[in-house]
């Protein structure tokens, strides 16, 4: 099917700078949109960014500004900038797509595929 790989989490400051990146694999045809969510401690997961494939982007309140999230359809990969990030980003970053890929009974299928997650703590 298809395999999503979050890179880049970890440690940082208040007001420093983060990339998280999302790199698609496997039997893959197309990409639709691609997504962010992160859970917080204690928190259900929710929705931080998403991204169309004509780049049409939407973004939860608590993010408007500061992340910007953008993708390279060639390498089938979405990244979120994280600028001047807060002690309320700290969570588990999960990176969401939806695509259709070689498989499925009828040789290709759609489906809604998520990352491992990733941990990003933002602490002075």
């Known amino acids: 099917q298809v395999q999503l790989v979050e890179s880049g989490g970890g440690l940082v400051q208040p007001g420093e700078s983060l990339r998280l990146s999302c790199a698609a694999s496997g039997r893959i045809i197309s990409i639709y949109a691609m997504a962010w969510y992160r859970r917080a401690p204690g928190n259900q997961r929710e929705l931080v960014a998403r991204?169309?494939?004509?780049?049409?982007?939407s973004y939860a309140d608590s993010v408007k500004g500061r992340f910007t999230i953008s993708r390279d359809n060639t390498k089938n990969t979405a990244y979120l900038h994280m600028n001047s990030p807060k002690f309320e980003d700290t969570g588990v970053y999960y990176c969401?797509?939806?695509?259709?890929?070689?498989?499925?009974?009828?040789?290709?299928?759609?489906?809604?595929?998520w990352g491992q997650g990733i941990q990003v703590t933002v602490s002075s």
């Open positions: 969401n797509a939806d695509g259709v890929y070689y498989g499925g009974t009828y040789g290709t299928d759609h489906g809604d595929f």
């Open positions: 991204i169309t494939t004509t780049n049409s982007t």
